[in-house]
């Protein structure tokens, strides 16, 4: 007999709510939940797909422990006694920084993967700590720490209000939208061009998005922030700088006036190759409309100067007085944030607070570059230990970050690795210990991140749809083990890692004087949590003690856990609101308009108004069936244009004597790939595209359907040699690159 049960799609930011069609323990069918407050009903090909993701038969049952040089199939009491046993004695030998972790994109949507992964690297007291960010969006976080104070407090443009949106670098179309969760970007889109709004894209392809504009520039990879300054420049040439109720909240405007007077658009016209008064154009635009909100995401982040286009964008919002303010760029704020304090000067944001050891490249937000990891492994220096044991949490570096045969090679050398992963994938075969998560269905669901980039705030739960299956552990104490595992801890009883949160941050909240728990007993609070199990105990917490809270009593009728579970499609709590200055938290208690690291960056982008590419030059894309390296192994995701091939124009294909469907060979600094070309006038001339996350031919997966049709790692042509240097982030976009036709 079969029932229905919802649950938040995990397969994308958009986090559309689904009703989910299952008969037994297997999931059937899933549509779009019309009753949700957020997505009402709208679903795309993954969410739609969600039962053969969740059911893949490749996934891993059971723990695999390496025995001999071959991963059997193991107990979940071996596995943990293996973890132990593997890390200790490298903790022990050459000290925390020797442990390696890496993060990868998934925690960000699942319970266990926002919950657990700080208490594991505060366990480890490492800084060896690698993530998915610095091949995506870091940029984004170190502008906004540079300028808010606060590398987590990012604006999203209020897309159901705004009457102006430009768009740089994203194609939502295709994404479901980064670092803006909105469900059905693409029917936000059309509403704002059926009101009247004006939809503006530049992109360097001619995207599915950038087909839905009203104007599209074609514009050089990798010179988004030439164009965003010279913009800026506009703003103040022409007096049509005006911060309105921003004012009393900025500092620097005189100072950034001077910093960006070069960047004049008949100076960055040549290496955008971009009209100059089209660029004008874009200013005056931006300034005269209503409302307006600028938007870029992963092709200007992953590009030389990703933390200043970064930077120019919020520049461009504050300077048109479209920050904070509704239509235009505001600050979420989500159930689960702490009560917020009030406003004043904070501690600010710093940068590279520690190095690598080998390029000493500086950290950002408590990161190292992704693009570091295999020399920090494979490379001695008398800067201490090289990384000796690697924890990945659902990461797959092999393929996302660049040089994956260096990267491949150098996990292959390590003393011991431990994989939080479903599948037997290109990095988790490399492990001694591979702990499988469950599907999705048999986990409960609530999104952390991503409420926190919400285009509107609103909170949602939904519990496992289907029953935790016999021999499987929950994520959330696959984790918990892993921190006691690595504390010395090992074989204390997994739930003493939520009771010791819970209780650490019901101590600080009741010295907090702002906090609605202040000078309460805590054991007295603890005692009133509801919920099945630790996540949800501290689930319940979070909810009580957020800005919407009950503040356990001090707020009768606001959230709690079990108000969150009488509402199964959500609780919508508003649209976004202004919030100024709560949120900043610079040493000036106000936004810092020229922060000293922007400063110190912006004559390397001034000598980028005389560069321009010799040839051919690179870039990536997304598919709306793909999230990244996740879902190739899905049958139905795999179809259509869901293909690794390599976009080129006609012009750059007559040239070289390519043609439509023949294999091309493409040559970057670190390798070559062959793949098949697709001739097409949707890319711009001087540029080729191939996505990324492909590249499933490594022996020793087990990836069934993704080995079948491996496609090519579009990383492997970048030797990791490339970052943006306040971010660390990967340069991937606008790279150069040989193209011939394969013999």
């Not at 921003?246 to 070069?262: I, T, Y």
């Not at 120019?312 to 944030?337: H, S």
């Not at 939080?420 to 952390?448: G, I, K, W």
């Not at 707020?555 to 856990?561: A, I, T, Y």
């Amino acid at each position: 007999m079969s029932r229905t049960a919802l649950r938040i799609c995990p397969l994308c930011e958009a986090t559309c709510g689904l009703t989910l069609t299952v008969e037994g323990a297997r999931v059937t069918g899933a549509r779009g939940d019309r009753d949700d407050v957020f997505s009402k009903g709208f679903v795309c090909p993954k969410g739609a797909s969600f039962g053969a993701v969740d059911g893949d038969p490749d996934r891993l049952r059971s723990p695999l422990v390496r025995e001999n040089g071959t991963l059997r199939e193991a107990t979940w009491q071996e596995a943990f006694d293996a973890v132990a046993a593997g890390l200790r004695p490298v903790l022990e030998r050459d000290g925390p920084n020797a442990v390696g972790v890496v993060l990868g994109n998934p925690n960000v949507h699942t319970v266990a993967g926002a919950l657990y992964p700080p208490l594991l690297l505060g366990a480890l007291g490492t800084r060896s700590l690698f993530t998915a960010s610095t091949v995506d969006q870091m940029p984004k976080h170190v502008s906004s720490g540079l300028l808010f104070g606060d590398a987590g407090a990012i604006p999203v443009p209020d897309l159901d209000r705004t009457d102006h949106l430009l768009l740089i670098g994203a194609n939502p179309l295709e994404s479901n939208g980064s670092l803006c969760t909105a469900p059905d970007f693409p029917g936000r889109l059309k509403a704002l061009r059926a009101r009247g709004g004006r939809l503006t894209v530049v992109d360097p392809r001619r995207t599915r998005t950038a087909r839905l504009a009203d104007r599209h520039l074609a514009i050089r990879p990798g010179t988004d922030a030439l164009l965003l300054a010279a913009m800026a420049t506009v703003l103040f040439e022409e007096g049509l700088a005006d911060l309105k109720d921003l004012a009393p909240h900025v500092q620097g405007v005189a100072e950034l006036r001077q910093a960006l007077a070069d960047f004049t658009p008949e100076a960055v016209a040549a290496a955008c190759d971009l009209d100059a008064g089209v660029i004008r154009t874009l200013a005056r635009e931006l300034a005269a409309a209503p409302t307006a909100a600028v938007y870029a995401r992963i092709g200007s982040c992953t590009v030389p100067h990703g933390t200043l286009a970064s930077w120019l964008v919020d520049v461009l919002n504050i300077l048109t007085g479209n920050l904070d303010r509704p239509g235009g760029a505001l600050f979420p704020q989500a159930a689960t944030d702490r009560t917020p304090r009030p406003a004043g000067p904070g501690r600010g944001f710093a940068l590279g607070r520690w190095h690598s050891r080998v390029r000493h490249l500086p950290e950002a937000k408590g990161e190292l570059p992704l693009s570091a990891l295999a020399e920090e492994i494979d490379t001695a220096t008398a800067d201490g230990a090289p990384v000796r044991a690697l924890i990945a949490v659902a990461a797959n570096p092999v393929l996302s970050a660049p040089d994956g045969d260096r990267l491949d090679k150098a996990l292959g050398s390590l003393d011991f690795m431990v994989s939080v992963d479903p599948y037997l994938n290109e990095t988790s075969r490399h492990a001694h210990v591979v702990l499988p998560p469950p599907p999705p269905s048999q986990s409960p669901h609530h999104d952390f991140a991503f409420n926190a980039l919400a285009v509107r705030n609103q909170v949602r739960y939904t519990r496992p749809a289907v029953p935790l299956e016999p021999g499987r552990m929950a994520e959330s104490e696959i984790l918990a083990r892993l921190i006691l595992a690595v504390s010395g801890m090992h074989g204390t009883d997994p739930a003493a890692v939520d009771a010791m949160v819970v209780d650490q941050t019901l101590g600080r909240a009741v010295r907090e004087e702002h906090s609605p728990v202040y000078g309460r007993d805590p054991r007295e609070l603890a005692a009133q949590l509801t919920g099945d199990n630790g996540p949800e105990r501290r689930l319940d917490m979070m909810l009580r003690l957020g800005p919407y809270g009950d503040g356990f009593g001090a707020r009768p009728g606001g959230l709690s856990l079990a108000e969150l579970l009488a509402h199964p499609h959500g609780i919508d709590l508003g649209p976004l609101r202004p919030r100024l200055p709560q949120p900043l938290r610079t040493v000036s208690g106000r936004i810092e308009l020229l922060p000293g690291p922007i400063a110190g960056d912006l004559p390397r982008l001034r000598a980028a108004l005389a560069e321009r590419p010799d040839g051919l030059v690179l870039v990536g894309r997304r598919h709306l069936r793909s999230n990244n390296s996740w879902m190739h192994n899905v049958p139905a995701l795999t179809g259509g244009s869901n293909r690794c091939t390599l976009h080129i124009h006609p012009e750059d294909a007559a040239r070289l004597g390519v043609r439509d469907g023949a294999d091309v060979r493409v040559k970057g600094a670190g390798g070559e790939v062959v793949a098949p070309a697709e001739v097409t006038d949707g890319v711009r001339p001087g540029v080729v595209s191939l996505p990324h996350g492909w590249g499933h031919d490594r022996p020793g997966t087990r990836l069934g359907h993704a080995s079948a049709a491996p496609g090519v790692n579009v990383n492997q042509l970048l030797d990791g040699s490339l970052l943006d240097p306040l971010s660390g982030n990967a340069v991937l976009n606008g790279v150069p690159v040989q193209v011939s036709a394969s013999r």
